[in-house]
């Protein structure tokens, strides 16, 4: 088990201890045994991480590989990944709580990353432009865009890491990365693979600790040309304000408030079971969760009667539990959270359904379980309606016709994804491209594939990953204008007696 030994830091291609000699311990959050020690680290050991990206990168070394190079590096991790999946799925699972089901699933994801970004790294990115002059040959040029620093959440730790590494290596930039202090056992693990696969020293470097302390350098320090977030919109404010001073580039994949939209001439068989997957899957820890439930009046009670019984049924437990079907929260913290989230939209008036408890039972003692909760008659000007609660929690809202569910799907700060369910294709395609979300489903929920970008509008972020957009974050883009037969331009005539006039 990885607690044998006290994991340490990974900086310029050598594991090193923190700074601070502390360490921190991660415990699985269903029952709180103790799944990996890791050193903590400090402000001081960030810089020196970024110091060591910042020399990979302008070494030229990295830089120099060819596209088809980086490809093969980037293949070869995922055949690495692959040979691994089991330990690093296993890893996974302790440190987030997730089924062991749902991690093998993650590691399918990962590995599909790196082998899309593989591809996309031998692809050219010179254009020649038709400028309409003659003896010029003008050139667009793509290039990394330097030091990456990478900041990632707890709830799908190497998924959302891989969607920030996989597209900066294929472009060639060096990078910092930070995990969640709670979940950091994979992408510790992932520094080995990069080595193993042939990336070259100092191009990846991993710190570990806490957002406020180790994190800090990440979005401050002049070394770093680009901060790549998935956060909380809270972080992510704080993170581009800061970022602002030495003008980085900033990417955001931030929060969510998702509707999913259920109309009367839906199948409605399929449509409740997928809206149960859609908002309690990983336990309502999904960015992209169908959080908030839209119903045509006329068939919301049948909807919500079975949404209730069938959310009641769903069975809790740990990550090697067969009977289970999903997990527990990541903390004590997080679940106090989502409890002090139900009380108020009860409080509201929110009408609670389903749950709004926590289990009962020896089994879930030492877990941070919380039942699956559906919260009924809601509008949209309850703060559960408008708020992430990171759980799993599904409110209720009705509506009459076409325009008022698209009226209320984008009633929302946020804009990170959605999906309507009808069997009405004309009417589906309508309602899609006005919502003003990133990703749309029709008939359909949480499916999303490597080449199609994934992203946010409004405050859900800023930027894509994934897909030719993901890639483009991380690229620089240069003209070159190249006069094939220079000649004087007599700009300036340079009449003799006008001197100092
Ligand atoms: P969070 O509290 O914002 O933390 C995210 C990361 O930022 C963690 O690694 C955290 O470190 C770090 N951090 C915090 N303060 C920092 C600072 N001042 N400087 C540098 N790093 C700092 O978010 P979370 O609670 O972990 O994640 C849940 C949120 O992520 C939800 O809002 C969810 O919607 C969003 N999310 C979005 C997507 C997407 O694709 N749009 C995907 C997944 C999650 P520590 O935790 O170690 O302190």
């Known amino acids: ?29 269903a029952d709180g045994h103790l799944v990996a020690i890791f050193h903590e680290g400090s402000a001081s050991d960030t810089v020196a991480a970024i110091d060591a990206a910042r020399s990979a ?54 590995i599909s990353v790196f082998r899309y970004f593989a591809t996309r790294a031998t692809l050219s990115h010179e254009r020649e432009v038709t400028t309409g002059r003659e003896n010029i040959r003008s050139t667009m040029v793509s290039e990394p865009v330097g030091v990456i620093a990478m900041i990632t959440p707890w709830n799908y730790p190497l998924l959302q890491a891989s ?32 080595s193993e696969a042939g990336v070259p020293a100092g191009v990846a470097n991993l710190v570990l600790g806490s957002g406020a302390v180790a994190g800090g350098p990440l979005s401050t320090h002049p070394g770093v040309d680009m901060v790549s977030f998935t956060g909380s919109l809270a972080t992510g404010k704080r993170l581009m ?34 809206a149960l997957t859609a908002v309690f899957l990983h336990s309502g820890q999904v960015c992209s969760a169908g959080a908030r439930l839209l119903v045509e009046r006329k068939i919301h009670n049948q909807v919500v009667t079975e949404i209730a019984r069938r959310a009641d049924q769903i069975r809790l437990g740990g990550s090697h539990d067969l009977d289970a079907e999903t997990g ?3 903390s004590a913290a997080h679940r106090d959270k989502v409890e002090r989230y139900v009380a108020d939209a009860i409080s509201e008036g929110a009408v609670l359904r389903a749950g709004g408890k926590r289990p009962e039972g020896e089994k879930y003692a030492n877990g941070f379980f919380y039942r699956p909760t559906v919260l009924d008659e809601c509008t949209s000007e309850m703060s559960c309606v408008q708020d992430e609660s990171f759980g799993p929690v599904v409110t209720v809202e009705v509506f009459d016709t076409e325009e008022e569910a698209i ?20 009417k589906a395609q309508r309602v899609a491209r006005q919502l003003r979300h990133g990703t749309i489903w029709i008939n359909d929920y949480h499916p999303y594939v490597a080449q199609a970008e994934w992203g946010g509008f409004k405050q859900s972020g800023i930027g894509r990953e994934l897909g030719e957009a993901g890639f483009a974050e991380y690229l620089e883009h240069k003209h070159i204008w190249q006069n094939q037969k220079p000649a004087r331009s007599d700009w300036f005539k340079a009449t003799e007696g006008h001197e100092n006039v």
């Open 241 to 274: 304000v800061n970022a602002a001073e030495t003008i980085k580039r900033v990417a955001l994949e931030l929060g969510g408030k998702n509707p999913n939209i259920i109309f009367a001439d839906a199948d409605l068989d399929a449509a409740i079971d997928n």
């Open 328 to 330: 527990a929260l990541i």
């Open 163 to 194: 969607w920030k590494i996989a597209p900066a290596l294929a472009a060639g930039c060096t990078f910092v990365i930070k995990p969640s202090e709670l979940t950091p056992s994979t992408t510790s693990m992932l520094m080995d693979v990069l």
């Open 407 to 426: 009226k209320l799907g984008n009633d929302t700060i946020f804009g990170l994804a959605g999906a309507v369910w009808t069997n009405d294709a004309d």
């Open 1 to 29: 088990m990885a607690y044998e030994k006290i994991t340490e830091l990974f900086i310029g291609g050598e594991r090193v201890g923190s700074s601070s000699g502390e360490i921190r311990n991660v415990l699985h959050p």
């Open 57 to 110: 990168f302008d070494s030229g070394h990295w830089r120099s590989f060819s596209g088809e190079q980086r490809g093969k590096i980037l293949e070869q991790v995922a055949d690495i990944l692959e040979r691994d999946k089991a330990r690093f799925a296993e890893a996974e699972s302790a440190d987030t709580a997730k089924r062991i089901i749902e991690a093998n699933y993650d590691m399918d994801d990962i």
